[in-house]
């Protein structure tokens, strides 16, 4: 409860500040409030993505586009505060009104407990055969909607790509001497280098194990394609773009970006050859968990792949901007 | 904690002006994204303690629990995340590209050039 009113507060803070760079750093902590806050409320999968994305990659992506515009938020010449302030006031006094017909916090008769959860929670052990319920529903039960968020996730990349992934004339930035990055700035900090090669590799093979062992315990496709990428962001950063782009370079991300869609829409569209229905894994082998256990694997795989891409695609487009 | 049983909507509603707050007030379009992110969150926030359960667990099935809390809203909610920040990112590369046309990421003075054309 008070790590909500926390959020609260941290939520004003970002209303007051000025200076962008404070305000970035502070929807950070935000974001890694919220995950907290989501641990203390049993959503362990989310809290380990809200910690990833929110207190990562989102981050990273603003303070990117920062140094491409401004980190200081002019004074508004034609504002009217107050006129927005009665609004939200109004709003937010009609929403609170609307809130008193609400279930108490935690109630386990409220509707939302007794619609299809009871059913998710008593037959997804028979019927998937995970330990993880959220990874069953996820994959298996909404699988529809799992494959429209790849969907969206696979077109706001390519979105990016289009809109500021063309190299214009001088917009591009030229290919520096890394040897000139290593000397100066960040790079030049010895202990950050050698720390970053040290934890690579295991942030890699953590994401692996997310990926893998997703079905088990928190974790899976979402969380591990953000861990994956966030580790090429981290080399990116303390060493150099270029140097990152030539370990996984444009081709390489485009194509997974791609293929992790296709992976996941054809494991759909095999089940419609066996003779069931779309994402409908029981087919898939003789026995109905193994299918389902394969099939989930096999779309989990799509959307790590297809995360990663996007997201190590998307900072990397940033980042190649020349200012 | 027992003290009023509708606290985490109204968290959610402040926050959620908040953010419409920061949308409508401000002129500055990074900060407006920021705005959006607030509202966003307090969305994620409200899903999130609807679901959970007096009394139960994180929903990964095992021996001897009998009471666990609600796992659909935080499939949802684990997706809208992932999705928010691809969306947010778009958003971002508009505003990088807004800036390379106009030389601002003020809205007025957006406005203003448009009119001066």
Redesign the interface.
């Known amino acids: 409860?008070s790590l909500?009113?926390f959020?609260?507060v941290i939520?004003?803070a970002?209303?007051r500040l000025r200076n962008?760079f404070g305000?970035?750093m502070l929807?950070g902590i935000?974001?890694l409030t919220?995950a907290v806050?989501?641990v203390v409320?049993?959503?362990?999968?989310?809290a380990f993505?809200?910690a990833a994305?929110?207190a990562g990659?989102?981050t990273v992506?603003?303070l990117?586009?920062?140094a491409?515009?401004?980190s200081e938020?002019?004074p508004?010449?034609?504002?009217?505060?107050l006129l927005?302030?009665l609004?939200?006031?109004v709003?937010?006094a009609v929403?609170?009104y609307g809130?008193?017909d609400?279930?108490?916090?935690?109630?386990?008769t409220?509707p939302?407990?007794n619609h299809?959860?009871p059913r998710?929670?008593e037959e997804?052990?028979r019927e998937i055969g995970l330990?993880?319920?959220?990874t069953s529903?996820?994959a298996s039960y909404?699988g529809y909607?799992?494959l429209g968020?790849t969907f969206?996730?696979f077109t706001?990349?390519c979105?990016?790509l289009l809109?500021?992934g063309r190299p214009q004339r001088g917009?591009r930035r030229a290919r520096r001497d890394a040897n000139w990055d290593i000397e100066h700035g960040i790079r030049k900090n010895v202990i950050l280098r050698v720390v970053s090669k040290l934890l690579l590799p295991l942030i890699l093979l953590f994401a692996l194990y997310v990926q893998w062992h997703g079905d088990?315990?928190?974790g899976?496709g979402?969380q591990a394609?953000?861990i994956f990428a966030s580790a090429f962001i981290l080399y990116a950063i303390i060493f150099d773009v270029d140097l990152a782009r030539a370990v996984i370079g444009p081709k390489v991300t485009r194509f997974f970006l791609a293929l992790g869609v296709t992976l996941y829409a054809g494991t759909g569209t095999a089940c419609l050859l066996f003779g069931s229905n779309f994402l409908d894994y029981s087919i898939l082998l003789d026995e109905q968990t193994r299918g389902q256990h394969l099939g989930i694997t096999l779309v989990e795989f799509g959307v790590g792949m297809t995360?990663a891409a996007?997201?190590v695609t998307?900072f990397f487009?940033?980042a190649s901007?020349e200012r | 904690m027992e003290f009023p049983g509708l606290f985490n909507y109204w968290i959610v509603v402040v926050l959620m002006m908040t953010g419409f707050y920061i949308v409508i007030a401000h002129n500055n379009l990074v900060k407006k994204i920021v705005g959006l992110n607030i509202f966003q969150v307090s969305v994620f926030v409200f899903y999130i303690s609807m679901a959970k359960v007096e009394g139960g667990t994180a929903p990964i099935l095992a021996e001897g629990i009998a009471q666990y809390s609600n796992p659909l809203p935080h499939v949802l909610i684990l997706t809208a995340i992932v999705v928010g920040v691809a969306t947010t990112a778009l958003g971002l590369a508009l505003v990088v590209r807004i800036r390379d046309a106009y030389g601002t990421v003020e809205d007025d003075e957006i406005e203003a050039q448009e009119n001066d054309l």
């Open positions: 409860m909500m009113a959020m609260g939520g004003f970002v209303a962008l305000v970035v929807t935000f974001s919220g806050l989501y409320l049993d959503a362990v999968d989310v993505t809200e994305v929110g990659i989102a992506l603003m990117g586009t920062l491409l515009t401004t938020e002019k508004a010449s034609d504002n009217k505060p927005s302030l609004l939200v006031t709003t937010g929403l609170i809130t008193l609400m279930p108490y916090y935690g109630e386990a409220a939302i407990n299809v959860a998710y929670l997804s052990g330990p993880n319920v959220v529903v996820l909404r909607d799992t968020e969206v996730i706001a990349a979105g990016v809109i500021i917009r088990f315990g928190p899976g979402f394609g953000v995360v996007a997201m998307i487009t940033f901007q």
